[in-house]
């Protein structure tokens, strides 16, 4: 079995509101192993026989079925998510600025916001195609120039954004899991 971290897009904001103990159970009944929610934000790990773009298309019709909203995730292996926290060059805790990681699950979106954020003077540092970190000052998140860029209703289907706070988080629960 390989060990999966699941990000969630648009979960307990905007009307969206799922239990997590409901969305442990929902995706346990559909076949994943070893699940676990992380916070309130939908960040799961778990495990399962099938390959990540598999356990996205099973996810993201687990969501739908369960919770009846247009759900949209990002799936990334374990070792991903241990290799992005090593490659990103900004501080995970900082009194001036919060690290944030953008992930997608289509490079050509990502690329397009490379190029935006560029251009709009937001310090950003590409991850490879699934992952693009940033800066914003600590405080001005949702004000910062790449964040209104990101939460565009085009970006909803492929992107999400973690703080690199969480992404720890979420690794450290990946080296939990029984494997």
Request: include cysteine.
């Amino acid at each position: 079995m390989t060990s999966y971290a699941v990000f969630l897009r648009g979960v307990n904001v905007g009307g969206v509101t799922i239990k997590m103990n409901e969305l442990k159970d929902a995706l346990e009944a559909a076949g994943f192993a070893n699940t676990k929610t992380l916070l309130v934000s939908g960040n799961v790990v778990l495990s399962s026989n099938k390959d990540a773009a598999a356990v996205k298309v099973s996810v993201e019709g687990c969501l739908r079925n369960s919770f009846g909203y247009d759900a949209w995730v990002v799936v990334l292996t374990a070792e991903r998510v241990i290799q992005l926290i090593a490659d990103c060059p900004y501080p995970s805790d900082d009194a001036e600025t919060h690290t944030y990681v953008t992930l997608s699950s289509d490079a050509h979106v990502l690329t397009e916001l490379r190029h935006a954020g560029a251009t709009g003077g937001t310090e950003l540092t590409s991850l490879g195609l699934d992952a693009i970190a940033w800066l914003a000052p600590a405080g001005g998140t949702l004000d910062s120039p790449f964040s209104k860029l990101t939460s565009k209703a085009r970006y909803k289907s492929t992107t999400t954004t973690r703080n690199l706070r969480t992404m720890i988080k979420v690794r450290n629960a990946l080296g939990n899991q029984e494997r």
